[in-house]
């Protein structure tokens, strides 16, 4: 039947491209209605179905690129330009689908997985088990919310994702119900960030004014064959900024960061990981999106203001750590401080957009992101087991000893924060000298030094908790603590982490390499 204007007719579906994100979707749906419908399931049951539906996402991902290759992707061409190239544009050229989509799902389904395995236990422990279901569909839908922000091509689309993203995470941070802090965490979460979208969606109001369009590519065509003093580059300017407040809020980049220290503290341990990991993950993905493919046209003007933000990020998250006293509170500045190395190799792939032949700046910052991932998982894990029940005894006093009782743990974590630190051999290192080396390849010799004076001054802060548990006497108080227990899920997530740092720490070269492709 030939279309009239009466017929509605949608664009073609390309559903082997999203079955990561249908996966997602599809493992949390059947775990509400299996809560709703069924009895109770089993110990660890739901748990098992969630980490399989994320590895599931995974695997998948994994398959799209190696086992199809990028020339072969389903999809279609650059709606604007016709081109060839392996990028390929899904669903009315509302997505982009090629190797950064598929490496963002990657360190997605990956958080999800060990967040839940770590949450398990942690459900067990608290009394809360009964909340399984709920909680382990909102870590795959918060997944999902990042996988959109990064695979999308459209801000309209951004802005959902962005929206499924916090959405998930306001209820994560509140999940925890006999704790006052977790609800007080949630509030300050829910409140901040609903400003931030209203921010960021303001921005996208000005990007449609100045270009016609919210579509990464339509938009970027109108400003590359318009580009005048008048009214509309002001607007677009002005949107730009507006894009990059709501993108830092969700990033904890400097001056946008108020929120993620209370959060970090009050929301329980395994979702303070969880919020380190994949929204971060999600948010700076979004960002080197929005910022190296729709308006690179603008990269004269906003880069500037990238470069403060790495420097503001970098320093505040490094020092403000050191004044710290709550454990979960020093990781919160941390996290800060490594938003700003990553936004270090934002930097340079900004640099990267005036050039015939981009450099480092996108691979490093998403290896960085995949290697932080796994790392701070792992030690958000040890601090939900030193935590107690309660999820209370997170300051420098309830790692006291700690070598002592365990003496394994602690081993593990002095592992990961030495990690965490950047020291060599470890994962950390590899994931700061890439940034750093992004930014010397782009001449930003200043921000590199900064850079690596900051890794310096956080390094202090490991340091603290490292004597903490191996060197601090006990105190009287002590003998009445809970001790930590290590249970089996929580204890094989440390593993993994402990064995990913090392082991990439030791031969960074097969990763590297692979993460070249992501460009």
């Known amino acids: 039947m030939t279309p009239t204007a009466d017929v509605f007719v949608g664009p ?14 599809g493992v ?19 748990a098992l179905v969630a980490v399989g539906g994320a590895l599931a996402a995974v695997v998948v991902a994994v398959c799209l690129w190696h086992g199809r290759g990028l020339s072969a992707w389903s999809g279609s061409a650059d709606p604007t330009t016709g081109s ?45 088990s009964r909340l399984a279901p709920e909680i382990y569909a909102l870590y795959l839908t918060a997944g999902l919310g990042a996988v959109v922000m990064g695979m999308a091509n459209d801000l309209i689309v951004l802005f959902l994702g962005l929206e499924i ?33 209203a921010v960021f969606l303001y921005g996208v109001a000005l990007i449609y004014g100045a270009s016609g369009s919210t579509n990464y590519t339509r938009a970027l065509a109108a400003f590359v064959q318009n580009i005048s003093p008048h009214r509309s580059e002001a607007m677009a300017l002005a949107g730009v900024g507006l894009l990059l407040v709501g993108l830092g809020f969700k990033a904890a980049a400097v001056p946008f960061h108020m929120w993620a220290p209370d959060v970090y503290q009050g929301a329980p341990t395994p979702v303070t990981g969880f919020m380190a990991s994949a929204a971060k993950a999600g948010a700076f993905a979004a960002m080197l999106r929005v910022l190296v493919v729709a308006l690179p046209t603008w990269s004269a003007d906003y880069r500037p203001i990238v470069w403060v933000m790495a420097v503001l990020t970098l320093v505040v998250g490094s020092v403000m750590a050191v004044a710290q006293t709550n454990v979960k509170r020093m990781l919160a500045f941390s996290s800060i401080s490594h938003a700003g190395f990553l936004l270090v190799g934002v930097e340079a792939a900004i640099h990267d957009t005036t050039h015939a032949h981009p450099g480092d700046g996108v691979p490093s910052t998403m290896l960085y992101l995949l290697l932080y991932a796994v790392l701070v998982i792992g030690t958000f894990a040890v601090v939900t087991l030193v935590g107690r029940t309660g999820d209370g005894a997170t300051d420098l006093a309830g790692f006291r000893g700690l070598a002592r009782q365990r003496p394994v743990l602690a081993v593990a974590m002095t592992v990961l924060l030495v990690a965490q630190a950047g020291v060599p051999l470890t994962s950390g290192f ?3 000298f890439g940034v750093i080396t992004a930014a010397v390849g782009e001449h930003s010799y200043a921000l590199a030094i900064i850079a690596m004076v900051a890794a ?35 204890s094989i997530v440390i593993a993994i982490a402990v064995a990913v740092t090392v082991v990439v720490g030791v031969a960074p070269g097969w990763l590297i390499s692979l993460a070249q492709h992501v460009r």
């Open 456 to 490: 310096v001054i956080a390094a202090y802060l490991y340091l603290r908790i490292m004597i903490s548990m191996w060197v601090a006497e006990p105190d009287a108080a002590d003998a009445g603590r809970e001790p930590v227990g290590t249970p089996l899920l929580t």
């Open 165 to 197: 993203l916090s959405l998930s995470l306001y209820v994560l941070a509140a999940s925890h119900r006999r704790r006052t802090q977790s609800q007080e965490s949630a509030l300050k979460y829910f409140i901040l960030g609903g400003v931030a979208s």
């Open 12 to 25: 073609p579906i390309q559903w082997s491209s999203l079955s990561p994100m249908l996966i997602l979707l």
């Open 84 to 128: 060839s190239d392996p990028v390929r544009f899904l669903v009315g050229g509302a997505m982009r689908f090629d190797a950064f989509a598929l490496w963002l799902t990657v360190i997605v389904g990956l958080a999800v997985a060990l967040s839940v395995l770590v949450t398990d236990d942690y459900l067990e422990r608290e009394g809360l």
């Open 28 to 46: 949390a749906v059947v775990l509400l209605v299996a809560a709703a419908l069924t009895p109770r399931w089993p110990r660890r049951t739901y």
């Open 430 to 432: 590899v994931a700061k």
